[in-house]
């Protein structure tokens, strides 16, 4: 965040942080792409990404379930929090950005969002015993916190004068994945014609925060290699 020549006291922080949040996205996306392969008749638009973590074969709320790879998607929600967080603690480390404090702080609310969603699966038994109220509040919590953490650093990158497409990328996907998580509540729930499926919908609120953490670990790594370069 910000130009790291001036705010980072070490550039492989920077680094570290880069490989984490690149790391975190593809993980997620090779996990989801093949665990969906192995659940018949899968759809990205019409079931939720959940449903690839529930352990048993049933149909809720009129969606088959059967994801024989859900430990899998489990393993990776956890990785994604972990790495999204352990990246921003890494790059705050003895720097002097801008909003570097809540920045971590969202960063490891998102991360605690996500091991709720793997601790607690969506399944059925969850449903039947009422635990799906957590499952829902864990990923609400990731959802808003992971979208805002792009925000913040948006905000970041631009007070410090630097990278500045960079910052309003950021806090154009972070606005894009709130508003996917209100049109998840409102499009079926309110409007009376569907605009998107709600798996639609979900993949929005989700994927700004990995799509964020590609783009913004391949801006550190490009401004670390080019640094590195004309420092020699």
């Given at each position: 965040m910000g130009d790291m020549r001036e705010h980072q006291s070490d550039p492989r922080h920077s680094?570290?942080?880069?490989?984490?949040?690149?790391?975190?996205?593809?993980?997620?996306?090779?996990?989801?792409?093949?665990?969906?392969?192995?659940?018949?008749?899968?759809?990205?638009?019409?079931?939720?990404?959940?449903?690839?973590?529930?352990?048993?074969?049933?149909v809720l709320s009129g969606r088959a379930i059967d994801s024989p790879l859900h430990i899998l998607v489990t393993v990776a929600f956890v990785l994604q929090g972990l790495?999204?967080?352990?990246?921003?603690?890494?790059?705050?480390?003895?720097?002097?950005?801008?909003?570097?404090?809540?920045?971590?702080?969202?960063a490891v609310v998102h991360a605690l969002g996500m091991l709720t969603i793997a601790v607690i699966h969506g399944g059925r038994q969850n449903v039947e015993l009422g635990l799906d109220t957590f499952h829902l509040l864990g990923a609400v919590v990731a959802f808003v916190a992971g979208n805002l953490?792009?925000?913040?650093?948006?905000?970041?990158?631009?007070?410090?004068?630097?990278h500045r497409l960079l910052g309003w990328g950021s806090i154009v996907l972070g606005v894009a994945g709130l508003l996917g998580l209100v049109m998840l509540q409102v499009d079926v729930r309110a409007l009376s014609v569907t605009l998107l499926p709600d798996g639609v919908w979900e993949r929005i609120t989700f994927y700004t925060i990995l799509v964020w953490e590609v783009v913004?670990?391949?801006v550190v790594l490009a401004t670390r290699t080019y640094s590195v370069s004309h420092s020699q």
């Open positions: 680094t570290f942080a880069a490989v984490c949040w690149i790391a975190a996205a593809l993980i997620w996306f090779i996990a989801e792409a093949v665990a969906a392969s192995a659940f018949p008749n899968y759809s990205y638009a019409t079931n939720y990404i959940s449903d690839l973590a529930v352990p048993d074969v049933e790495l999204f967080a352990i990246g921003a603690v890494g790059l705050c480390r003895r720097s002097a950005f801008p909003l570097r404090g809540a920045f971590v702080a969202l953490a792009a925000v913040v650093a948006g905000l970041a990158l631009l007070r410090a004068g630097d913004a670990g391949a």
